[in-house]
């Protein structure tokens, strides 16, 4: 009974949360963007979430320094916004990670491997486990991944060339993909699947350009969304600027009401949230207006609009999608209640994997109390040199010492003022024997130590 209660409590507070928001509010739900690393884009990307609900920021690499600078930032959006807001990146594994060994991570294989090479159910787990905790200790709560493409031309630009996809067969496919998926589930992080209705067969990149899967797709493509959506997968799907004439003779599906409303939910029995790939690819923005666009996606049944920026002709472009929507609706173009659908899935799927309030995400506000320090080597293990990388949020004056592993002092490489960034410092272990060394850094405010390995 007590449940029964808690259940009903929990409905009437979520539907009359949906009725609050106003139109606007819930158009900015359905908006996720990007940003550069300019005042002005960063200055826009905090009033959207402020002041227009914006739904999701995405993460890049370059926006993407070091552990802690990746934490602090993501506190920072989250707790810009009332509600809670996706911040979601790319980390499928090898090529496609933004979290690597460039930023204080480490390197990761690529799903063929995992897939193809090892096919193990305990490798892909490991990896996918490992990605999501860096995902979690950051503060991302939506991975765009796993990529569920099957691998049918391993010579395809955008996939098999780069070694995205798990396997040539579909059901190898499906299940790595759902051991990744269930992963992340683990640590509360959404996921997208991509690229419906499957990329793996496609001559070109739609990165680069118009992008006609007609002739060389195959039904098979469609089984891992297919079997994943049977297992009661509601979180997201990512489309595809892919052109199958025999489906839409106008629109790639990514675009396409039939796509999305009668492939992907009529007759997949897809219910959670739908997003487009990156509307500003050249497959979409060389052969579609903008407003065209935007009015084809919503119209489609997809839920979120995806872009890598959020300045649009030196404007907001959350300010601008909400307003052309909005006419939209007063026109007639596009239905109220298709914004009402989009709005609530939206919210079911942040009421299911992410925190409502920044008050229940400790990520937004707790610093790591060595979180003004970031050291990491590159190679580790390393013969006879390698390069040490300090990360500082403030500057400071900075001691950098390397000992050995019973405490004996090796190498000063630092002892000066140092500004805020990061710094190399080479180390030259020639006249050294194999074995642990220690890295310390340290500050008046914090210290930090960092093993590194010696092979000779």
């Known amino acids: 009974m007590k449940v029964l209660a808690t259940t009903l409590l929990f409905l009437i507070v979520f539907l009359s949360n949906v009725q609050a928001q106003t139109l606007q509010d819930k ?49 920072r959006l989250q707790g810009a916004s009332d509600a809670s807001l996706f911040i979601a990146t790319d980390q499928e594994g090898g090529i496609v990670a933004r979290l690597d060994e460039n930023n204080g991570y480490e390197s990761t294989y690529t799903a063929y491997e995992l897939g193809t090479l090892f096919n193990l159910e305990d490798s892909t787990r490991k990896q996918a486990a490992m990605m999501a905790d860096w995902m979690a200790n950051a503060g991302f709560n939506m991975n765009l991944a796993p990529v569920v493409d099957v691998n049918v031309d391993p010579n395809s630009p955008a996939i098999g060339e780069l070694d995205r996809s798990f396997s040539d067969d579909e059901y190898t496919v499906y299940l790595h993909a759902s051991w990744f998926i269930d992963e992340f589930h683990k640590r509360n992080i959404a996921t997208s699947l991509k690229h419906f209705p499957g990329h793996g067969s496609a001559v070109s990149d739609s ?43 106008q629109y790639p599906a990514s675009l396409s009401k039939y ?52 300045i649009y002709q030196d404007r907001s472009l959350a300010g601008y999608i909400i307003s052309v929507i909005t006419k ?49 080597n590159y190679p580790n293990p390393f013969n006879p040199s390698t390069t040490i990388s300090v990360a500082l949020d403030q500057p400071g ?60």
């Open 27 to 75: 158009i900015g739900q359905m908006i996720m963007v990007g940003f550069d690393n300019s005042q002005l884009s960063q200055d826009s990307l905090m009033y959207d979430i402020s002041n227009r609900n914006l739904g999701g920021v995405l993460l890049f690499g370059y926006n993407l320094r070091f552990p802690s600078q990746i934490r602090s930032q993501n506190g």
């Open 259 to 310: 796509a999305i409303t009668d492939i992907l939910r009529d007759s997949l029995g897809f219910e959670g949230v739908v997003i487009s790939d990156e509307l500003f690819m050249d497959a979409v923005q060389d052969n579609y207006g903008m407003e065209e666009t935007i009015v084809q996606v919503v119209n489609s049944d997809t839920d979120i609009l995806l872009f890598s920026t959020n």
């Open 328 to 376: 939209k609706i007063e026109e007639g173009v596009i239905a109220e209640e298709t914004i009402n659908d989009s709005y609530q899935r939206i919210m079911a799927l942040k009421e299911k994997r992410t925190a409502t309030s920044t008050e229940s995400d400790p990520l937004a506000f707790q610093d790591d109390l060595l979180g003004s320090i970031d050291v990491s």
């Open 207 to 249: 990165h680069d350009g118009f992008t006609d899967i007609t002739n060389t797709w195959e039904d098979r493509e469609l089984d891992p969304f297919k079997f994943i959506i049977e297992n009661d997968y509601r979180d997201a799907i990512m489309t595809g600027h892919l052109f199958k004439q025999d489906w839409d003779d």
């Open 397 to 456: 004056r900075v001691q950098v010492q390397v000992f050995n592993s019973i405490g004996q002092a090796v190498q000063m490489l630092n002892r000066s003022n140092l500004s805020a960034g990061v710094h190399n410092f080479r180390f030259d272990g020639s006249n050294l024997s194999s074995g642990m060394y220690l890295v310390v850094v340290q500050t008046p405010e914090a210290r930090n130590v960092h093993k590194m390995m010696l092979l000779k």
